[in-house]
T-cell receptor, first 114, second 110 residues
Framework: ETGVTQTPRHLVMGMTNKKSLKCEQH?????MYWYKQSAKKPLELMFV???????ENNSVPSRFSPECPNSSHLFLHLHTLQPEDSALYLC?????????????FGDGTRLSIL | QKEVEQNSGPLSVPEGAIASLNCTYS??????FFWYRQYSGKSPELIMS????GDKEDGRFTAQLNKASQYVSLLIRDSQPSDSATYLC??????????FGDGTTLTVKP
């Protein structure tokens, strides 16, 4: 069983839809991350939560809204997305922000905007 | 200047050769260094971590760290076609920040 679980694995939505991506970690970590990765492009850090508090928002458009109700769960709420938002969205967790521990990634949600 | 910089690549080596991947970082407060492998369409997976100056070996992989030069590298000996992937360097600082490089794509040709 993977330590970081993302659902759904694939999502197709229209530009006017509202959907949410879910991430759950079973590792007892305190930091969680959202990344965007477009085809053949580098990872782009979107948001960081440390002990449920948002510590980084990397100039992400407001059509992406994160939520971290507890240290084990992270959501990314999506609304009125654009075609350029089609990408692989990766969630990761680590024991703490920075520090000596690496990040552990989920398998990602592949998002397609029609 | 990017906080973490990697060879732009792509890097191509023949099967059985040594592949050398390089990474430099700008924050002298960096304390922890990681190498991840990412296959196309998949998520990154951790392959090596290093915290002290010098070499760390794990099977065919060797990580090298030089904090004075702010440089970390990954050597892959006896490269196999299955090593073909994008390799990401990640650096953690004392201040609680974690930064990834853009990655170097490696192709190992049979």
């Amino acid at each position: 069983e993977t330590g970081v679980t993302q659902t759904p694995r694939h999502l197709v939505m229209g530009m006017t839809n509202k959907k949410s991506l879910k991430c759950e970690q079973h590792l007892g970590h305190n930091a969680m991350y959202w990344y965007k990765q477009s085809a053949k492009k580098p990872l782009e850090l979107m948001f960081v939560y440390n002990f449920k508090e948002q510590t980084e928002n990397n100039s992400v458009p407001s059509r992406f809204s994160p939520e971290c109700p507890n240290s084990s769960h992270l959501f990314l709420h999506l609304h009125t997305l654009q075609p350029e938002d089609s990408a692989l969205y990766l969630c990761a967790s680590s024991q703490e922000g920075g520090g000596r521990q690496p990040q552990h990634f989920g398998d990602g949600t592949r998002l397609s905007i029609l | 200047q990017k906080e973490v910089e990697q060879n732009s690549g792509p890097l191509s080596v023949p099967e059985g050769a040594i592949a050398s991947l390089n990474c430099t970082y700008s924050d002298r407060g960096s304390q922890s260094f990681f190498w991840y492998r990412q296959y196309s369409g998949k998520s990154p997976e951790l392959i090596m971590s290093i915290y002290s100056n010098g070499d760390k070996e794990d099977g065919r992989f060797t990580a090298q760290l030089n904090k004075a030069s702010q440089y970390v590298s990954l050597l892959i000996r006896d490269s196999q076609p299955s090593d073909s992937a994008t390799y990401l360097c990640a650096v953690n600082t004392n201040a609680g920040k974690s930064t990834f490089g853009d990655g170097t794509t490696l192709t190992v040709k049979p």
